[in-house]
């Protein structure tokens, strides 16, 4: 697929441009160019012309539909007992969601099955985006997920695009929860407690932090004592007792000290309103208060949806061929 088809989609997509001349502007070619390059994607039945609308002066201005409606997306995250996922268009629009509950340890075969069914009966689905609870590299190699033997070490991505001919994004849980959240002018943290262990994803100006080793994120780490990570004492002590709180301050204190982000997210199911500011109260002891971050609430199984949807609209936007795969 060409490099323009793609910044055209972008624009209708993305930018939400309905005219030529606004998208020859943005695409940073001729009249005639962006012209054709519409054309070949009506002939495509990717864009329509919308009906004529009389502009100041009489003279009607030509406009173009994106036909989101007709290309899907699927996305889905996996957890330990759970998955959920989401059938959209690429317009952002939800068609089908669902939660699906299993009782198995080989979460590789219950993904597979559960693809294959859903693919079955959403023949229109282009692209995949897939979230598992693990450090994920950029070619959706599963790295490190000590809750999912299934998955771990696997080329999950790699694996997924072959057996189902379309192309598949494989990511971390919260990778893709802080991309929903993420602004090209903050830095921004989103942690969540889970079942698996704590995990945070970072976004700086807009750009999700994987770190040298696809490791960045894995707060469980962060020291606590001389015998005790922050992950060990979330796990071994109750919900909001002083540990608890501390365990959370130090993770907040981390990453003010290092990235000094503009927001920290915790998810509503974690911590309340009120244990935000219990939290803020804790840190402005020991780090200047004006300097500390905002403590802010996310809905996570939103905001991980969200994120692995804009995931499935990218790879469409970059990877699907004019007129999109025949089925």
Not at 23 to 47: C, G, N, W, Y
Not at 85 to 98: K, L, S, W
Not at 212 to 223: M, N, Q, T
Not at 281 to 299: M, N, S, T, V, Y
């Amino acid at each position: 697929m060409s490099e323009l088809i793609s910044h055209t989609r972008h624009a209708f997509l993305v930018e939400h441009l309905d005219t030529i001349p606004a998208i020859r502007h943005v695409l940073d070619v001729s009249f005639p160019t962006a012209s054709k390059q519409i054309d070949q994607m009506i002939a495509a039945r990717e864009i329509e012309e919308t009906p004529l609308e009389l502009v100041r002066g009489g003279r009607p201005a030509k406009r173009y539909r994106y036909r989101a409606d007709h290309f899907h997306g699927l996305s889905l995250y996996l957890e330990r007992t759970y998955l959920q996922y989401r059938i959209h268009d690429v317009g952002e629009h939800v068609i089908a969601t669902d939660r699906l509950n299993f009782d198995s340890t080989d979460h590789g075969s219950v993904l597979s099955k559960t693809l294959s069914t859903l693919l079955d009966d959403h023949p229109d689905v282009q692209t995949l985006a897939i979230g598992v609870a693990g450090a994920v590299d950029t070619t959706g190699t599963i790295l490190f997920a000590p809750d999912y033997p299934s998955l771990d070490g696997r080329p999950l991505q790699q694996e997924l695009t072959e057996r189902f001919g379309r192309p598949v994004i494989v990511e971390n849980d919260m990778n893709a929860a802080v991309r929903a959240q993420a602004s090209d002018n903050n830095t921004t943290v989103y942690i969540y407690l889970g079942t698996n262990g704590p995990g945070a994803g970072v976004a700086v100006s807009g750009h999700v932090v994987r770190g040298a080793h696809h490791f960045a994120g894995e707060i469980s780490f962060i020291p606590f004592d001389e015998k005790r990570n922050v992950g060990q004492v979330l796990a071994t002590t109750a919900p909001h007792s002083d540990d608890w709180h501390e365990a959370l301050c130090r993770i907040i204190l981390s990453f003010s000290v290092t990235l000094n982000p503009d927001v920290i997210l915790f998810t509503s199911s974690d911590v309340s309103e009120d244990g935000l500011a219990r939290l803020t109260d804790r840190c402005a002891k020991r780090f200047p208060l004006d300097k500390l971050p905002q403590l802010q609430q996310g809905d996570w199984e939103t905001d991980y949806l969200d994120g692995l949807m804009q995931l499935s609209i990218q790879s469409f936007i970059e990877q699907i061929p004019l007129g999109g795969l025949a089925r």
